[in-house]
């Protein structure tokens, strides 16, 4: 009987066990799928493991091309806008047509209310036909360039800081919306005037937006794809798409419409992404950085999703130096950051005014405006691809060659363009347009030593600085613009000039910085190459200053001389 009851049980007791130990491998599933705590030591492993180029990157490349559209189409706006088209005056039956070689006598009879019609024939309906801006008012167009650029100095010195300060996203959406509005009461201008007020905000925040852009998407990237992520910055597609507007719509308020309607969705997928945890974790917010970069691997899909990302396992990567300042006055104070500001801003400048010298005068040179920026939007397309390819497989090509090598280009595309327009009196638009071509290049050296040669707590600001630069070369290019009329060459042969000096600055003092991870603190900036970019001031400094102690020396070297057996 009992052997039964142990036979009977055991059965029983069996499953019961088989029970238990299937519970135990559940567990032990359960456990070894679980996430992980894990520990970092620097921001590069971090991006390894939420994954340093994913759909969450893919994601914001596409939101930024879009972006890149209505960044575009704004900047291309006043070339557009002030075209100037062909007016023609009607009076007592024959017709007098503005031109350079009449146009003192067209303006009495316009000025004059002589003209029984005047008619205008343009591929776009311009602020010049909108408000009759000839004759007296023929400097508006120029003036409202410079306004325009001038509110971009004044947008990129604080939009730079308030980022370092306030963080990328924040300082961004807030930026991205006042400029769609800005953009829309341009449509609504009733004179010049309003419009002018409108493109000083618009101007400004084209530049300040895509910087404080620019340097979100670079952080969240890992070192061996942020490259990648600065060429997705380039403006190629955005001209392409820009003519494609503009020749559409053929109003320049229609077309400020629909850059106003390309925004606006905009301004709800950035909202979707997360805010830069390289910023976060230099400002000692690690657990926020922590929540961000496990959202950050959740739309990767990456390995993350079982490692768990704690302030903890942030908490062994560099910092700045608590209770350290980090601005404007830290940029300018210390020597290696002075310099390599310097040099950035040089190249800015010359980059700046060869892309200008060419679209600001697309409305003097032949031909439609339309077709000659989206042939220079089309002509774009392979840069990225080349320097891509340059990049992976040439081991000679580094960053600095990324930038002497097409400057060398430029400066010998306007160097043609000036001795045409001296030789000839004509304009040479195929040089023109290759060298701004070749601008794509610098432009993309320019951003990519922007995010390699500054800390993080000081990367948008050194960016904005930098390129204050550029709406300084534009505020001087409409002034070179409206003195060709008097010195026809003038605008390329400054472009020639400057780019040249840029040229032997870049070659001479530029660090290499090729492969290594963007730097966070000042202590990474210490470790790049300053000897190279200090190595021309030294020799200067050693020619102009140590040629008085050559008698003494020379002194020393004879004193040291044993004379020689036999002599005398």
Known sequence: MMMMDQESSSPLNRHEQDDVDIGDDEDETDAASAPKPVTFDTFEQVLSAVGSFGAYHWAFIIVMQFSIVMWCGNFVFMPYATYMPTVECHVNGSVVVHDHRNATFFCELYSGGHCTNVTWEAPFRTIIEQWGLL?????????????????????????????????????????FVVLMVACYLGTLAPDW??????????????????????????????????????LAGLWHFGYISTALIGYLTRDWQLYLLILDAIGLPLLFFYTCFVESPRWLIQKGRLEKAAKQLTRMS????????RVLITSDSLSAIPQERDGKRHGLLTLLSSRRLLLYTFLLSLITFATASASYAFVFQVSLLSGSPFVKLAMYGAFRIYIPFVLYYADRKLDWFGRREMIYIPMLIVCLCYTMATMSEVLTGSSNMIAMMAGAVCCNCLWTGIGQYQMELFPTRLRSTSSSVVLMFDPLASVFMPQLVYAERYYHPAPVMEVALVTFIALVAAYTMLPETKGRPLPDTLDDVAELGYERAMRPWKRLRRLLCDTGNDTELLANMEADVEPIDGAM
């Open 298 to 305: 959740q739309r990767n899909q990456s390995a993350c999703n």
């Open 193 to 230: 005037q309003t419009l002018a007020a409108s493109r000083f905000v618009v101007g400004g925040l084209i530049s300040a937006t895509f910087v404080v852009n620019f340097v979100w998407s670079m952080e969240m990237t890992g070192q061996d794809n942020n490259f990648v992520m600065n």
């Open 135 to 175: 004759c007296d008012l023929d400097y508006v167009p120029e003036l409202i360039n410079t306004i325009q650029m001038v509110g971009t100095l004044v947008a990129l010195f604080f939009t730079g800081v308030l980022s370092d300060k306030f963080g990328r996203k924040r300082v961004f959406t807030v930026c």
